[in-house]
């Protein structure tokens, strides 16, 4: 089945630089690759996602690439605020049988 | 207001007292599911469901049951609990397998002495 790994697990940044979070997966037939974000005690949300026949996507300060060679994405947050702290997952899945493997999860804390 | 509803949201029980977690959806979703979140595993899928009457095993789905009997409804049974299904229980749901966004419950803390 699915792999994905996800790193780091912790990431500490400075309100204001930028923030990357990698993920790689193991199954090249996988074609679906979203992004969630828990806040502290709150149910994940989706916040962005990418599919096999793009390589960017961007929403304003966050954005997400993909590199279906090296089977690899991540997510990139710009001008990081305090409001990003969460954790954050990635997954992938197979269009045709969603059944999406999450990775184990970034903690992500912005300092003021 | 469209939203995956789980009940309870807290429960400390005993070991082998069989309990039951509910989850309901109200968007006419096909596809239903439940994750467990333990700290440092992330969310592990335990069952999920394509359609009423089609349910499937996850990645750890020893110790539970589901069932699918109604489009909005996917309960989550622990026949008899035990410490190491003491976790975060989400469930979850999505229009079908072309549409991609799973949409959560607000989660069901569960804790087995």
């Known amino acids: 089945g699915e792999n994905v790994e996800q790193h780091p697990s912790t990431l500490s940044v400075q309100e204001g630089d930028s923030a990357v979070i990698k993920c790689t997966y193991s199954?090249?037939?996988?074609?679906?690759f979203p992004w969630y974000k828990q806040e502290l005690g709150k149910r994940p949300q989706l916040i962005i996602d990418?599919?096999?026949?793009?390589g960017e996507k961007k929403d304003q300060r966050i954005a997400v690439t993909l590199n279906k060679t090296a089977k690899h994405f991540s997510l990139h947050i710009t001008e990081t605020q305090p409001e990003d702290s969460a954790v954050y997952f990635c997954?992938?899945?197979?269009?045709?049988?969603?059944?999406?493997?999450f990775g184990r999860g970034t903690s992500l804390i912005v300092h003021p | 207001e469209a939203q995956v509803t789980q009940n309870p949201r807290y429960l400390i029980t005993v070991t082998g007292k069989k309990l039951t977690v509910t989850c309901s959806q109200n968007?006419?979703?096909?596809?239903m599911s439940w994750y467990r979140q333990d700290p440092g595993l992330g969310l592990r899928q335990i069952y999920y469901?394509?359609?009423?009457?089609?349910?499937d095993k996850g990645d750890v789905p020893e110790g539970y049951k589901v069932s699918r009997k109604e489009k909005r409804n996917f309960p989550l049974i622990l026949e008899s609990p035990s410490p190491n299904q003491t976790s975060l229980y989400f469930c979850?749901?999505?229009?079908?397998?072309?549409?991609?966004?799973?949409?959560f419950g607000e989660g069901s803390r569960l804790t087995v002495l």
């Open positions: 997954a992938a899945s197979k269009g045709g049988s969603y059944i999406p493997t």
């Open positions: 469901s394509m359609n009423v009457e089609v349910t």
């Open positions: 990418i599919r096999s026949n793009v």
């Open positions: 968007m006419n979703h096909e596809y």
């Open positions: 979850a749901s999505s229009p079908g397998r072309y549409t991609g966004e799973l949409f």
């Open positions: 199954d090249s037939a996988s074609n679906y």
